[in-house]
């Protein structure tokens, strides 16, 4: 898959046709895995570090995790970021022996213009139930939430309630929380809620860009790794 000569207009093109397929209705009953994925590069050039960390749900403890070195040509362009990096995490995502039960994309999942942030992009591409977790407000609009862990306030967005805002650590800014694909809005912010340990960013996508940061300065090595009990790796 290579998104480099697509223009805006067929980007958002794709993404009207990708909205069609997504599925705001709940696929496994039970989850037992969830991944998140990541990128980073360096700046100035076209190469991108691309990471899925799996771990345990609810415990949260890194089971497994894939990396891959890639390179794109697309533009960081708000509202289009799945351009940028789904190409790469499908890359990682391939390398996985056994898929998650759920993937975290660090991003928008329908809290998007055309509902059809990175999480859903991945989600449809990849057939994989997907929730989104960003950092930042994209799109809608939501009621002022309490200063206490846990508070959250739904994101009402083209008449609807679309995700939530989440705060995860008492007095800090919030994260935003939305179903991407074959997750619906309500089961993606308790889910997510099971994510939440010590800090502001939930574990799974905590923990994969903690991987492709150490893997973009040379201290962690491309493929799939596994990881023991105890934290040493194998594989």
């Given at each position: 898959?290579?998104?480099?000569?697509?223009?805006?207009?067929?980007?958002?093109?794709?993404?009207?046709?990708?909205?069609?397929?997504?599925?705001?209705?709940?696929?496994?009953?039970?989850?037992?895995?969830?991944?998140?994925?990541?990128?980073?590069?360096?700046?100035?050039?076209?190469?991108?570090?691309a990471g899925i960390v799996?771990?345990?749900?609810?415990?949260?403890?890194?089971?497994?995790?894939?990396?891959?070195?890639?390179a794109t040509k697309f533009?960081?362009?708000?509202?289009?970021?799945?351009?940028?990096?789904?190409?790469?995490?499908?890359?990682?995502?391939?390398?996985?022996?056994?898929?998650?039960?759920?993937?975290?994309?660090?991003?928008?999942?329908?809290?998007?213009?055309?509902?059809?942030?990175?999480?859903?992009?991945?989600?449809?591409?990849?057939?994989?139930?997907?929730?989104?977790?960003?950092?930042?407000?994209?799109?809608?609009?939501?009621?002022?939430?309490?200063?206490?862990?846990?508070?959250?306030?739904?994101?009402?967005?083209?008449?609807?309630?679309?995700?939530?805002?989440?705060?995860?650590?008492?007095?800090?800014?919030?994260?935003?929380?939305?179903?991407?694909?074959?997750?619906?809005?309500?089961?993606?912010?308790?889910?997510?809620?099971?994510?939440?340990?010590?800090?502001?960013?939930?574990?799974?996508?905590?923990?994969?860009?903690?991987k492709v940061n150490l893997?973009?300065?040379?201290?962690?090595?491309?493929?799939?790794?596994?990881?023991?009990?105890?934290?040493?790796?194998?594989?």
């Amino acid at each position: 898959m290579n998104y480099d000569s697509l223009s805006l207009v067929e980007a958002t093109n794709i993404q009207l046709e990708l909205r069609q397929k997504v599925s705001l209705i709940t696929q496994p009953e039970n989850v037992y895995t969830i991944a998140g994925g990541d990128i980073s590069h360096n700046k100035d050039t076209d190469i991108i570090y691309a990471g899925i960390v799996v771990l345990s749900y609810p415990q949260m403890v890194v089971q497994s995790y894939a990396l891959v070195q890639s390179a794109t040509k697309f533009p960081y362009v708000p509202q289009y970021l799945g351009f940028r990096e789904v190409p790469a995490l499908l890359e990682a995502w391939k390398l996985l022996p056994v898929k998650p039960d759920i993937m975290v994309l660090d991003g928008q999942g329908i809290t998007h213009p055309r509902e059809c942030g990175i999480a859903s992009h991945f989600g449809v591409l990849a057939g994989q139930p997907s929730i989104g977790c960003a950092k930042n407000m994209l799109f809608g609009s939501y009621k002022p939430l309490g200063l206490e862990k846990f508070s959250e306030s739904a994101i009402i967005a083209n008449g609807g309630i679309k995700g939530y805002a989440l705060r995860t650590k008492k007095d800090v800014k919030p994260v935003y929380i939305s179903p991407g694909h074959m997750v619906s809005v309500e089961d993606s912010i308790d889910i997510m809620k099971n994510c939440v340990l010590k800090h502001r960013i939930p574990e799974p996508t905590r923990m994969a860009h903690e991987k492709v940061n150490l893997f973009r300065i040379g201290k962690l090595k491309p493929g799939y790794h596994t990881v023991s009990v105890q934290g040493s790796l194998f594989g």
